[in-house]
């Protein structure tokens, strides 16, 4: 293997693979990054058995061949080069990189390319394509709610479901539950429902960079999501995910329409205000005719705003976790903001207030 | 007490003290801000009684008083408030303030004002001006050589000392010693010397904006730094520096004339092939006509790079720690970088190529 490549080429391998490094040291290869020289592209990728990510960049390969550099050194020192050119070669008697630049010489030891476990091929079952920023967009706006907490696996991830050629994105800890809906470039007859991990989800939003299209495709054990130049492919988490649909109201008997930023700041200064020690942000929204209220208390003091608003039906007291109310606010780009509110024991829904592709539930507290 | 201020004020004075205030919670009332109403401006006060930070800035006040609220709660309060007019009331039934803004309202609990600790005003047995740019930079060149171990108190200080016109300051750790000399803009005729926590620099260089000067006095106990708006008062470290004009050698067996980026980029990389395990980074210098070659190795690899330079006098082969070269070699900002050498086992001595005011001096590895 002998490359000649820039650093800025080198640095964008190294950045989109390196997130599926593996962090635990049982097996070493894994902390090590995989290149491969072939047809003037160096194929880069990492991999923790969980998730794997390659891609590929231009450079020029004057001797095809394949090796396994630690990721951390080698990302450290790539970082640091000069912007000149950089020339790798392979060297058996260390199974290591001789790098050179300008008038110096690293030698960098790794491990054998052939004992990298390969990142398989899928058995394709289903496969469709989409604008990458939508996908980003639609992973953006449920992501949150998914639960860090793994004792039920199912809720770390996010329910990806195809009807006709609309995606569903579905996450849930419980506590709350956001749906996102999204136009696929193919229409797909087949149906599709499977939960893809949180963190590859993280990932694909990372590497998706201004490419137009990417390509989902995979099984009901793996999936995989492929722009031009970089892939990412996951484990799917095992089993069913709960019926979302019937935990969403359809009807409602109090109506708001707000201001999103108003809203969303008023709900950050009362959260200032809830008991911090058992990790419950109890703030208490009070809707009247042309008025949302909104109040909180802790040891510290107390806080009382007052927000006019549009309001059909009827007047409620219903009390929030400020944190879940704030997750969604956060990601709503709208100006106007839709709350439907069925009573003070009941759900509410918070949608943009200019279209329907996003949905988020949220269950209220009982106050005493 | 009564005042109408504005976010912009009020953020700036809480950000001013914010670092005095005291992280232990032994005493409760050093966790807030002291705040006092007076003569259309409000002043604020914090300390953990070894630093205190005082400021003021334009309020309109319509009642004089004083308060101390707790500060962590205020300053987020004060961050997320809307950019409107803030109506401070003191609320003597619970020893509190209520703050009006907008349709809102927050009532938030404190202590009495009178119970706070008073920054004494300090006796003064020396005083002078400087330009306060100066004074930062000469923070800056000499701050990272202070010891962060406080087993011996003096060095986690900077020595401050006057000879006619020109400060100088001085820090150590014992591997490595910094020297800056800048001029002061008051004649001072009685000579100084007196040792200030590295922490209390740290909040000089932060607080001194881009006023023109900054006033410098104190005693042997305490010493304050004065701009227009804001003080810092601190206590004086006890001890006695060692005499640092002994350890800087006066003469050199070899002189190097190098690029400073240049040569730091070389150390960065080097300082990539360390043994990380027992703290010390050793990379290896040797000097030979017109060249200066650094390498250093680890398990993980090894580096060796050239540099052309310009050489007068003997070659030499010394080993330095990286992480003390690089420290200097980050705050130099000249060009041009001057090196000189006594001898494998004698300090380095690194210098700005264009003037005299910054003397570095670093202790060499003995090496197997």
């Known amino acids: 293997m002998k490359i000649i490549a820039t650093k800025e080429n080198l640095l964008t391998g190294i950045q989109t693979v ?3 490094i593996s962090n635990k040291n049982t097996i070493p290869i894994l902390s090590g990054i995989y290149m491969k020289a072939k047809n003037n592209k160096l194929y880069f990728a990492a991999t923790d058995l969980e998730i794997g990510i390659e891609c590929k960049v231009p450079v020029q390969v004057l001797e095809e061949g394949e090796i396994v550099i630690p990721a951390r050194h080698f990302s450290e020192l790539v970082r640091k080069l000069p912007n000149t050119k950089i020339t790798f070669t392979y060297l058996p008697e260390i199974i290591g990189l001789n790098i050179q630049y300008d008038e110096a010489e690293v030698d960098l030891k790794g491990w054998l390319g052939e004992e990298f476990p390969v990142i398989p091929d ?79 989800l993280s990932e694909v939003s990372r590497i998706a960079k201004e490419e137009e299209l990417i390509k989902i495709k995979g099984n009901y054990n793996q999936i995989s999501f492929e722009t031009e130049e970089a892939r990412i492919i996951s484990r799917i988490i095992d089993g069913k995910f709960p ?126």
């Not at 019926?243 to 359809?250: G, S």
């Open 243 to 368: 019926n979302y649909r019937q935990v969403i109201p359809q009807e409602y008997k109090t109506f708001v329409k707000t201001k999103t930023r108003a809203f969303q700041e008023i709900i950050e200064r009362a959260n200032l205000f809830t008991n911090e020690k058992d990790g419950t942000s109890i703030i208490k929204v009070s809707i009247s005719d042309g008025l949302l209220q909104v109040s909180s208390k802790s040891q510290i003091g107390k806080v009382e705003e007052k927000l006019p608003i549009y309001v059909e039906g009827e007047s409620i007291e219903i009390s929030f976790n400020a944190k879940y109310l704030l997750d969604a606010l956060k990601v709503i780009d709208s100006e106007d903001l839709n709350i439907t509110l069925t009573g003070s024991l009941s759900p509410g829904i918070i949608k943009p207030g200019n279209h329907e592709n996003f949905i988020y539930l949220i269950l209220p507290l009982r106050t005493v």
């Open 122 to 200: 899928l058995e394709e079952e289903y496969c469709f394509e989409m604008d990458v920023n939508l996908l980003r967009n639609m992973i953006k706006q449920t992501i949150f709610a998914t639960a860090v907490d793994d004792s039920r696996p199912i809720f770390t991830g996010a329910l990806f479901e195809i009807e006709g050629n609309g995606l569903n994105i579905v996450t849930t800890d419980t506590h709350r539950l956001a749906l996102r809906t999204g136009k696929i470039n193919t229409s797909y007859d087949k149906g599709l429902n499977v939960i893809v991990p949180g963190k590859t």
């Open 18 to 20: 390196q997130k599926a």
